[in-house]
């Protein structure tokens, strides 16, 4: 979300967060739904309380409708998401901290190059599904069924940065065209590429 900060300014970012409220407040089944002031002030919290990234966002709110935290019973609250993305944010927190201690440990045990024989292994296979993206009204339709291989990490790589931006909103997990693996890969190379800035 940071990246989106620097391009498109803050009020863009709580807006886009205010979004999800929305369609939150629009799906959920209770008598008593959020005002507008109240969808946007909580926007404002989450974006000033805490440092998330889209897929964040998207996991949080998907939890929420499946139930992951409890029943919304008779209304939705400031509060209630309030208490629920700190109860998101700590989990996360502890996965984080988790997976940068078993990075740490694998990174020491394997310096060597992985043989090609087993690069080859891992993918086998891998290559047959496709990927529609349907981009056409922004340009972008040159993309349309990119087929996941072994070089996909490669092909990220290669894009812009304002395609990867544009790849993020365009393709979340509400969308007809979101993929979970790429959406990670283009996440990661986002990050990847703001820690080198």
Known sequence: MGDFKRSYGKEWVINYIAMWLIELNDDSNVKMKMSDAQMEFT???IYETYSLKVTDLTLFFRNIKEGVYGQFYENLSREKIMGWLAEYYKIR???GEMQSQCNHENFSMTKD???KEVIDKMFEGVGSDKVVHDHEKDGLGKRI???ITKDLITSIKSESM???K???IKNDVDSKTYDETIY???EKEIDIRNKLK
């Open 166 to 168: 544009e790849y993020i």
């Open 113 to 115: 190059p992985i043989p």
């Open 43 to 45: 926007a404002t919290r």
């Open 93 to 95: 927190c502890e996965y």
């Open 145 to 147: 069924n990119r087929v």
């Open 162 to 164: 304002e395609f990867l």
């Open 184 to 186: 990670q890969l283009v």
